[in-house]
């Protein structure tokens, strides 16, 4: 008697376990907001009896542009909930792109960047080397209301996670390029709104300066009515700064330095550091360069299980 051959069922979409979203309509447009909860935690979220000494302080990470990194970051944080035993909830916020469209949304550029006091905005090159006119700037103040309020207090600790009400432990924001000066943003107009702000690839001055004279400057002069918050700045390497790889093609090659860092990148990051040096309203700084190809992990891992986003 032959063995039968498999049955395949009919085809369904994929998805991870332990994971929902969900589109939020509003006036600004629709937002797509996903959701990830520890693999040792019920499909309802709720957590086992022999979890819930492991779950007795639960930390989150919020993340921009949810749709190209949620991914991303579920995978590493649950890699090291069985390497270290950590318990993470990891939130995207992002935008629901149709299929065969590209990863990143116009709306970027208005709802993660901030507000310029004289309304202007240095546009970066088209490829025809004149200032681009189809994006727009300065509604990051917004955007981070609707993830304060919206998502963060109404959807994902009031309707998702009500039952973790008085759990919650420490809360980092992270976001990459446009995500990064959105988080730098953040840290700026409200400290107290996370314990942990990392900012991958931002463009730390911003608009021409306009963001160091502004809103860094103001969060500089103010003395905060919160425990200090700690901040993680990583960026990849310059032009300059990168080493051909043996045997590289000039295609390859000429391909990774046009996905290097802007030049001055580093000069920036170093100036921010020096600005903030000994600064109260920083629990503490951190910079780190890396490749493109380890930056989005090391993120991660530090957010999950570093001492520095531990008690404060």
Not at 27 to 32: K, T
Not at 43 to 48: A, E, G
Not at 272 to 285: A, I, K, S, T
Request: proline letters at 8%; aromatic letters at 10%; one cysteine or more.
């Amino acid at each position: 008697m032959g063995i039968k051959p498999p049955v395949f069922e009919p085809v369904q979409d994929a998805h991870a376990p332990n994971t929902c979203q969900s589109v939020a309509r509003t006036h600004r447009g629709d937002f797509l907001v996903q959701v990830a909860w520890p693999l040792k935690w019920n499909q309802d979220r709720t957590i086992p009896e022999d979890e819930k000494s492991a779950s007795e302080s639960i930390p989150s990470i919020y993340l921009t542009d949810g749709n190209a990194y949620f991914s991303t970051t579920v995978d590493v944080v649950r890699r090291l909930e069985y390497t270290h035993k950590a318990r993470c909830i990891v939130i995207g916020v992002g935008y629901p792109m149709p299929p065969a469209r590209a990863v990143y949304d116009f709306r970027r550029g208005p709802d993660l960047t901030p507000p310029s006091r004289d309304g202007t905005y240095d546009a970066p090159l088209g490829r025809d080397g004149k200032p681009r006119t189809d994006i727009q700037f300065g509604e990051a103040d917004d955007f981070l209301a609707f993830i304060r309020e919206d998502v963060m207090r109404h959807y994902v600790e009031g309707v998702l996670f009500p039952h973790l009400r008085g759990k919650w432990g420490h809360k980092a924001l992270l976001g990459h390029s446009y995500g990064g000066i959105f988080t730098l943003n953040a840290l700026y107009t409200q400290p107290g709104a996370w314990d942990t702000y990392l900012a991958a690839s931002a463009d730390v001055e911003f608009n021409k300066g306009k963001f160091v004279a502004e809103q860094e400057a103001d969060f500089r002069a103010r003395t905060l009515d919160c425990p200090s918050p700690a901040l993680l700045i990583t960026y990849g390497e310059e032009a300059q700064d990168m080493v051909r790889r043996p045997g590289e093609s000039d295609v390859r090659w000429e391909k990774r330095r046009g996905c290097a860092e802007l030049p001055g990148t580093r000069e920036a990051v170093e100036g921010l550091v020096q600005r903030f040096e000994g600064h109260p309203n920083l629990r503490r700084l951190e910079v780190t360069c890396k490749t493109y190809r380890d930056a989005q992990n090391a993120e991660a891992k530090e957010t999950c299980k570093s001492p520095w986003v531990g008690p404060r």
